[in-house]
């Protein structure tokens, strides 16, 4: 392998784009070898204040390495991997404690895939118990704190990706999401979460036909989420709702012109849920920055009854489909508000199930014929930022008390219950200085429309991009 060029030490590395990184590699210009050390010193660095990738594999990275073809998709470029997915030969905990010393013998087929396509796995990145929460902490690895300031929380489930990619410590970052789990700490942490269409990346899970949780890419450009869901995508009849992706690649097509762009704006969904007066404040100037001869910001906000419940009746649901395939000795170690989630889907009705579908069904019509006459639905991820570490959820927003810790997520159930792709992208600061991110809502199987147009948006409201030093604050 060629050696690196003299202009790149590892924090120049660790900076890079993961285009720009690939193109490196497939040039010759820097080795994987290269971008792995650059890694694990950052990892080192970072780990200590934010807790992101909280099991380095870096024995089994540098085998990977010396096998690393750099004409591959990915060229040797290292990664994460959030701590739901099993990686052969990698502690992998779910971070829950009857499974805190579990280590599988066979990988995710969406990590083989990954690394059939030059991926090169450097560790797994932190997630709350099972996935379930908001607020990334577990009783094996403790919390996983934002780089932008470490006194304040991440975002959940995939908050370890979301904190690593913002701090530099990986260039791509896999999460997964069924309640925002790739949005919330992406809007959080300051980096790009995408949540795909059901099936368009394939992961058998469980409950294979089970079309709500999906594996998804996180990075810190838009174009760096579009490689990653190039190499993540693929039909593989391991997943029974698989199917293949967009003609052309998801990259090439992201880096096309997407006008002219008309995007419907719906501050708070109708009512759905609240909004802080400054998160609202900042969301609506960075569209109003946008606006453009090609881009046509309207304010159009669809009807959409019977959201929560439906999605909390298909969360429960599945929650109890899981919990009777799982061991006793596993689930009876659960933590309380997970263990409630799950005996709430036991006392589910046949009823109540078929409601929910019917329900389903028509929030699917509604935004069928609403994104016929808008490309993207662009609304908030959350009506609030981060909350200092130790709480879980926000008790109150803009004044109203939160139920439970699922109430201030109510944002990302419309496209999970549609099976519509999202995308948080970075559009500002709060007065804190914290990110905020902006949720775009594509159309059915509309990936590459909602990535071009993410890109023209990017562009336009120049937020600056990470990675940054972690921000180490001390309460008082």
């Given at each position: 392998?060629?050696?690196?060029?003299?202009?790149?030490?590892?924090?120049?590395?660790?900076?890079?784009?993961?285009?720009?990184?690939?193109?490196?590699?497939?040039?010759?210009?820097?080795?994987?070898?290269?971008?792995?050390?650059?890694?694990?010193?950052?990892?080192?660095?970072?780990?200590?204040?934010?807790?992101?990738?909280?099991?380095?594999?870096p024995?089994?990275?540098?085998?990977?390495?010396?096998?690393?073809?750099?004409?591959?998709?990915?060229?040797?470029?290292?990664?994460?991997?959030?701590?739901?997915?099993?990686?052969?030969?990698v502690?992998t905990?779910?971070g829950?404690?009857?499974?805190?010393?579990?280590?599988?013998?066979?990988?995710?087929?969406?990590?083989?895939?990954?690394?059939?396509?030059?991926?090169?796995?450097?560790?797994?990145?932190?997630?709350?118990?099972?996935?379930?929460?908001?607020?990334?902490?577990?009783?094996?690895?403790?919390?996983?704190?934002?780089?932008?300031?470490?006194?304040?929380?991440?975002?959940?489930?995939?908050?370890?990706?979301?904190a690593?990619?913002?701090?530099?410590?990986?260039?791509?970052?896999?999460?997964?999401?069924?309640?925002?789990?790739?949005?919330?700490?992406?809007?959080?942490?300051?980096?790009?979460?995408?949540?795909?269409?059901?099936?368009?990346?394939?992961?058998?899970?469980?409950?294979?036909?089970?079309?709500?949780?999906?594996?998804?890419?996180?990075?810190?450009?838009?174009?760096?989420?579009?490689?990653?869901?190039?190499?993540?995508?693929?039909?593989?009849?391991?997943?029974?709702?698989?199917?293949?992706?967009?003609?052309?690649?998801?990259?090439?097509?992201?880096?096309?012109d997407?006008?002219?762009?008309?995007?419907?704006?719906?501050?708070?969904?109708?009512?759905?849920?609240?909004v802080?007066?400054?998160?609202?404040?900042i969301?609506?100037?960075?569209?109003?920055?946008?606006?453009?001869?090609?881009?046509?910001?309207?304010?159009?906000?669809?009807?959409?009854?019977?959201?929560d419940?439906?999605?909390?009746?298909?969360?429960?649901?599945?929650?109890?489909?899981?919990?009777?395939?799982?061991?006793?000795?596993?689930?009876?170690?659960?933590?309380?508000?997970l263990?409630?989630?799950?005996?709430?889907?036991?006392?589910?009705?046949?009823?109540?199930?078929?409601?929910?579908?019917?329900?389903?069904?028509?929030?699917?019509?509604?935004?069928?014929?609403?994104?016929?006459?808008?490309?993207?639905?662009?609304?908030?991820?959350?009506?609030?930022?981060?909350?200092?570490?130790?709480?879980?959820?926000?008790?109150?927003?803009?004044?109203?008390?939160?139920?439970?810790?699922?109430?201030?997520?109510?944002?990302?159930?419309?496209?999970?219950?549609?099976?519509?792709?999202?995308?948080?992208?970075?559009?500002?600061?709060?007065?804190?200085?914290?990110?905020?991110?902006?949720?775009?809502?594509?159309?059915?199987?509309?990936?590459?429309?909602?990535?071009?147009?993410a890109?023209?948006?990017?562009?336009?409201?120049?937020?600056?991009?990470?990675?940054?030093?972690?921000?180490?604050?001390?309460?008082?």
């Open positions: 392998m060629a050696a690196a060029d003299p202009g790149f030490s590892g924090p120049d590395l660790c900076r890079l784009t993961a285009c720009e990184a690939v193109d490196l590699l497939k040039r010759g210009k820097v080795s994987p070898g290269e971008l792995l050390d650059a890694s694990l010193a950052r990892i080192e660095q970072t780990s200590p204040v934010i807790n992101a990738l909280v099991t380095p594999c024995d089994r990275a540098r085998d990977a390495v010396g096998k690393a073809s750099t004409t591959s998709l990915l060229a040797g470029l290292p990664i994460g991997i959030k701590d739901l997915t099993p990686v052969a030969e502690r905990t779910y829950t404690p009857g499974l805190a010393d579990f280590v599988p013998d066979v990988s995710d087929p969406m990590v083989t895939r990954l690394e059939s396509r030059g991926a090169v796995v450097v560790g797994k990145t932190n997630t709350p118990e099972m996935g379930a929460g908001a607020n990334t902490f577990n009783p094996v690895f403790g919390a996983t704190r934002n780089p932008w300031n470490t006194t304040m929380n991440a975002g959940g489930s995939s908050g370890g990706a979301a690593g990619l913002a701090a530099g410590e990986v260039w791509l970052s896999q999460g997964s999401d069924l309640g925002g789990s790739l949005r919330t700490p992406a809007s959080f942490c300051g980096v790009v979460g995408l949540r795909p269409s059901p099936g368009i990346v394939a992961s058998p899970g469980g409950d294979g036909f089970n079309p709500f949780g999906v594996e998804g890419p996180m990075a810190r450009t838009v174009e760096d989420c579009a490689l990653f869901l190039d190499a993540m995508s693929g039909f593989d009849p391991v997943s029974p709702i698989s199917f293949p992706p967009a003609a052309g690649g998801y990259l090439d097509s992201c880096r096309r997407p006008s002219p762009v008309r995007i419907g704006f719906a501050p708070d969904l109708g009512g759905l849920a609240p802080e007066p400054e998160m609202a404040q969301l609506s100037a960075a569209l109003a920055r946008v606006q453009a001869p090609d881009v046509d910001v309207v304010e159009d906000t669809p009807d959409l009854p019977g959201i419940s439906t999605f909390r009746t298909f969360r429960a649901l599945g929650m109890w489909t899981g919990f009777r395939a799982t061991p006793e000795a596993i689930t009876s170690r659960y933590k309380p508000t263990q409630a989630n799950i005996a709430q889907g036991g006392k589910l009705t046949v009823d109540q199930i078929a409601d929910a579908n019917l329900a389903r069904a028509r929030l699917y019509e509604t935004m069928r014929q609403y994104l016929e006459r808008v490309d993207v639905l662009a609304c908030p991820v959350t009506g609030i930022g981060p909350l200092p570490v130790e709480i879980e959820y926000p008790p109150e927003i803009a004044g109203i008390a939160s139920t439970d810790y699922l109430d201030w997520l109510r944002f990302a159930f419309l496209a999970t219950l549609c099976g519509l792709p999202a995308l948080s992208l970075p559009v500002g600061r709060d007065a804190r200085g914290l990110p905020v991110g902006l949720q775009l809502i594509g159309p059915p199987r509309g990936e590459a429309r909602l990535l071009q147009i890109r023209r948006l990017e562009q336009a409201t120049g937020v600056s991009r990470t990675p940054i030093d972690p921000v180490v604050t001390h309460t008082a």
